[in-house]
């Protein structure tokens, strides 16, 4: 019925045709657009011959010639899909043109209308909701793109490249024409028709080339431009200082737009980028909105090099360009903020959000063989763990070797459309290090379990770490083993960073039996084998090990770490992830006795040593080289969701109650410590989202997340102050966020004066649904679908969408996973009436299911119960329709 098509990377075959130019001539009027497109295109002499294809999806075709030649209508047929033309000369020049309705597109794919403009976005395969094409990133071409419109209404036209030629039109209409120096697949193309205000700066790169930097935004909006803009100049610096590359166009245009289903897009000259990381002022953005900001337009400007420059030769490879630029916006993250801390954010989110994934229905690796709807893999898999994957590459062979490998590839690739192979290959030829055990990450699926076991021999004064590696197939390699598509699985190569730590909290002088050289304090095991020992020498005492340093390889680490040993490492360790790693697992071991025990009071299950650990923790922000903004990662509990992945079998209940027990128990017992703080860490200069005071900020608000679960009248009254006082938005939300898990009266009224205050800035509205979605208050679930229904909420608006309904459904277990399978149905309610209009946001929000199978049969039978009821919808897309098959599988 809706079972989609399953495409496999074993299948890829070079393009039959290819494309030298394309002109495009895109002419905007009231409701529709004509798109006349010509395409010098030629047979491709490595490929096997074929008809010509051409994709197409949603286009009305007018007319269609070749070499000027009008096509009888026996000579060409449109499938729906497709555009077959069955004879063609070796050679020639094809022209059609089609008409397009971007008004009723709320795919948000392709040409669409936001607000009173025109937008595009072709990656991965809107394109071809534009015009036929051979829609496919190792076709490439140069194109050409002239747009018309109306010249009051659609002021600025846009498109990649460099502005040849304008002019007026008759009926108060003006054209402009942009013409791309490089050839480019189909995915980079971008124009916009809108009335936008600009904002505008000149870099000039190292050789000299003067470029204009320009951030469009719809009027009113220029001051919350600065940020973006500063970010891509630091952006465009870095990529030289780091890895000698510069920008290589005259232009390079930023568009902010509101509806837009992800972050934001690398079009060559044109990123566009959804409003959410482009506009920011102290008092609507928070210093996560100002971090997010720096990384995103880092990550898109980067992509110019490492996805556009040298592009991937079909959509299995995405990791190709997507997990060697977080890697690179990961690096100019910890650069130009606080390097540890940038880590363990990332660390965070990589167990937050892709683990999960990898032990789900959905898991692939980060190179996936098969595919039935690639806008499904725009994952946190091909993303993160991509970029976990490139970072150990540059772990295991070094800085400067990498550097070299950088400059190899694209020495070797620029211009063309490679391989994650090709990739490697480079890396291991700059490097010397055989790297084809390495590959094995690109093709196995699921989380590695890294078994590390430690003895100590006193009189021999040796330490032995036994290591041992454990993957077990996922249903990914399930699939693929039934399909007849198996791969013979075996261990990763990878790189275990570590150090040891004496009674004192001293670093040790690392030395391996049998080797001669001491390694400093700090060394990295190549892991290889499936079980591997490593012997230390001259070791005086037993040690305390601090293993996995910087987060060194993407598994789940399993060592029995005593609570002194980690209280120990939380102390003294100099690797700032593993300090905070120690407070996350030793929450983690205390919160899983407690959910273990739920009506056993809550000081019988929390150590007082685990209270005075997080005291000398928060104290510790207060010494000469302490660092507030660590101390506040260290303070926050681990998530529920967190929590729930160790479980067998997860009770969310039990856990919230543990969770919320163990904060309250720490806000008693650290009142004092908290208050002091939290007056010590005011920050009285003007706002700035530098990281010394976004670290304060960040600090004084966990402590106020605390004393808000006190309870009592004091503790509301500072909420309450805190909001009144605060001077950014940052202090704000902090103060709303605690509110909106406050049942008082000043909550509603604070709520309602907020909307009013802000009613005209969406990206604020949204902030304003997801604390209310997030909340922990009974109502949450009925307060959801009441907002849904709110002037505020607007189920075309993806951000809104995902403030209200994707927060709800991955933020808050407790809610979404509510016994009585309220929330799954408020999920599937929302994932019916949006699939038809957006299926890429609808397919998002189905993904929140992908855990259902892990929890009580009660709640799985309600899960299913509505997973079915989707499945079973009529004309169900192929995007939601993948999701929600393999996780009924
Ligand atoms: N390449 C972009 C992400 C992106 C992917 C798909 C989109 O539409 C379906 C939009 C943006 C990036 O990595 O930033
Ligand atoms: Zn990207």
Not at 86 to 111: A, C, H, M, W, Y
Not at 556 to 570: A, F, I, K, Q, R
Not at 671 to 688: G, I, M, N, Q, T
């Amino acid at each position: 019925m809706n079972a989609p098509q399953t495409i496999y990377l074993k299948d890829y075959a070079p393009p039959t045709w290819l494309v030298d130019t394309v002109d495009l001539d895109i002419a905007i009027n009231d409701g529709f657009a004509l798109v006349s497109a010509r395409l010098a295109m030629r047979r491709n002499p490595d490929a096997a011959a074929g008809a010509l294809l051409l994709d197409g999806e949603d286009l009305h075709l007018e007319s269609i010639r070749i070499d000027g030649r009008p096509l009888g209508a026996d000579e060409y047929a449109y499938s729906g899909d497709k555009l077959t033309i069955t004879s063609v000369p070796d050679d020639f020049v094809l022209e059609t043109v089609v008409r397009i309705e971007p008004d009723k597109n709320t795919q948000l794919s392709g040409l669409y209308r936001s607000k009173d403009g025109y937008f595009t976005q072709c990656e991965a395969q809107g394109f071809r909701r534009i015009t036929f094409y051979p829609d496919r990133p190792d076709v490439m071409a140069r194109f050409t793109c002239t747009l018309h419109a109306d010249k009051s209404r659609f002021p600025v036209l846009l498109s990649n490249g460099n502005p040849v030629a304008q002019g007026d039109e008759d009926g108060g209409r003006h054209w402009a024409k942009w013409q791309d120096p490089f050839a480019k697949p189909a995915y980079l193309f971008a124009c916009v028709a809108a009335k936008l205000e600009v904002v505008e700066d000149t870099y000039v790169t190292t050789s000299g080339r003067r470029v204009r930097c320009a951030v469009y935004v719809e009027p009113g909006k220029l001051d919350q431009c600065a940020h973006a803009l500063a970010a891509l100049k630091l952006s465009m610096k870095w990529d030289e200082d780091v890895f000698g590359l510069e920008m290589d166009l005259e232009h390079y245009m930023i568009v902010a737009v509101g509806d837009f289903n992800m972050g934001a897009m690398e079009n060559k000259g044109l990123n566009i980028f959804n409003t959410k990381f482009v506009l920011a002022r102290p008092d609507t953005a928070t210093d996560t909105d100002y971090q997010n900001i720096d990384r995103v337009v880092a990550h898109e400007y980067f992509h110019n090099w490492t996805g556009n420059r040298v592009t991937c030769r079909d959509w299995f490879q995405l990791s190709l360009k997507e997990g060697l630029t977080v890697f690179r916006d990961q690096n100019f993250g910890m650069d130009v903020h606080s390097a540890g801390v940038t880590r363990i954010q990332e660390v965070r989110t990589l167990r937050a959000a892709q683990y999960p994934e990898d032990a789900g229905p959905m898991a692939h690796p980060i190179r996936p063989a098969s595919y039935a709807e690639i806008n499904n893999f725009y994952t946190a898999t091909v993303y993160e763990k991509g970029a976990e994957v490139i970072r150990m590459i540059h772990t295991l062979i070094g800085k400067d070797a990498f550097r070299k490998g950088m400059d190899l590839y694209f020495a070797r690739h620029d211009g063309q459309a490679v391989t994650c192979e090709d990739f490697v290959a480079a890396m291991q030829d700059a490097s010397g290090l055989n790297l084809d055990q390495f590959q094995r990450w690109y093709n196995q699926a699921g989380t590695p379990k890294l078994i590390v076991r430690s003895s100590y021999d006193a009189a021999g004064k040796r330490y032995t770490l036994d290591v041992e590696q454990q993957y077990p197939a996922t249903p990914y390699e399930e699939r693929m083993t039934a399909e007849g598509n198996g791969i013979a699985r075996g261990p990763y190569y990878m790189p275990l960073v570590l150090g040891l730590l004496d009674a004192k909290g001293n670093e040790l002088p690392l030395r391996l039996a049998g080797e001669e050289r001491v390694q400093g304090t700090q060394c990295t095991l190549s892991i290889r084998k499936d079980k591997q020992r490593f012997v230390f020498a001259d070791v005086d005492a037993e040690p305390v090990p601090s293993l996995l340093r910087g987060f060194s390889a993407p598994v789940v680490l399993d060592y029995p770490y005593s609570n002194d040993e980690l209280t120990h490492l939380m102390a003294f360790d100099s690797d700032a992830v593993n300090r905070w790693e120690a407070a996350q697992r030793l929450a983690t071991g205390i919160l899983l006795k407690g959910i273990a025990a739920p009506s056993v009071p809550a000081d019988t299950w929390i150590p007082e040593s685990y209270v005075e650990a997080m005291r000398r923790l928060l104290a510790s922000a207060f010494t000469a080289d302490g660092d507030p903004a660590l101390v506040a990662e260290a303070l926050v509990l681990p998530a529920e969701t967190y929590l729930a992945e160790q479980m067998e079998v997860v009770e969310p209940d039990a856990i919230h109650l543990a969770r919320l027990a163990l904060r309250q128990h720490l806000a008693q017992a650290l009142r004092e410590p908290l208050l002091k703080a939290y007056h010590d860490l005011k920050v009285d200069r003007p706002y700035s989202p530098d990281s010394e005071q976004a670290g304060k900020r960040a600090l004084r608000n966990v402590c106020l997340s605390y004393l808000a679960e006190l309870g009592d009248e004091a503790s509301h009254a500072l909420v309450l102050a805190h909001y009144e006082q605060a001077a950014n938005m940052t202090d704000t939300m902090a103060a709303l966020a605690a509110l909106a898990n406050l049942d008082v009266p000043a909550r509603h009224s604070v709520l309602d004066a907020f909307y009013a205050r802000w009613k005209g800035e969406a990206l604020v509205v949204d902030k304003w649904l997801q604390v209310q979605s997030t909340s922990r208050l009974p109502n949450t679930g009925s307060d959801v679908r009441a907002l849904m229904a709110h002037e505020a909420f607007d189920i075309r608006n993806p951000n809104k969408v995902y403030a209200l309904v994707r927060a709800f459904c991955a933020a808050n277990p407790k809610h979404f996973h509510a016994a009585d399978g309220s929330g799954y149905k408020l999920a599937a309610d929302v994932i019916l009436q949006l699939d038809p209009l957006n299926p890429q946001v609808a397919s998002r929000i189905a993904r929140t299911f992908d855990r259902w199978k892990k929890f009580d049969p009660a709640r799985q039978a309600k899960a299913r119960e509505q997973l079915e009821r989707i499945k079973a919808q009529v004309g169900l897309s192929s995007d939601v329709a993948e999701v929600v098959g393999k996780a009924l599988d």
